[in-house]
C-alpha cells in the first residue's frame, strides 16, 4: 500500500447525499444517549463515530472527520457545526464511546483474547 492509499484507508468515508442520509440515520436510543452528554463536541463526535463505524466498521480521529458530515450530524442534534472542535473530542471520551457504539452493533474489540480464540481455531483448522 502507498501512502496516497494509506492516508486514504485511515480517513473517514466521503459520503454522498444519500450515503450521509443512510449511515447518519441513528436509531432513537442513540440520539437518547447523545442527550446524556454535556458538549457540543462529544455529541457531534459521537453521533459521527457511529455513522463512521455503521458504514466502516473502523472509528477515525475527529481531526479528520468531514465537514459535511459534521454540519450534518450537527443539524440532526439543533446545534452549529461550528460547535465542534476535534480537540474537544478527547481520546478517553472516544474510548468509552467506541465500547458503546461496538456493543450497539454487535461488535467486540479485537483484543488478546480475540486473538487466542483465532489462533486456537486457525490451529484445530490445520489438524
Known sequence: MNKSEQE???APPVFSSAERKRFCNF???????TETLRKPSTKIGFL???GYFKATKRFFKPEDY???DIAYVARILNLLPDQFAPEQYVQSTRHWHQ???LEFYGYRRFDQQSLDAISEEIISMMR
Open 27 to 33: 436509531q432513537n436510543s442513540l440520539k437518547e444517549k
Open 66 to 68: 468531514h465537514q459535511n
Open 99 to 101: 465500547d458503546i457504539i
Open 48 to 50: 459521527l463515530s457511529c
Open 8 to 10: 486514504m484507508f485511515d
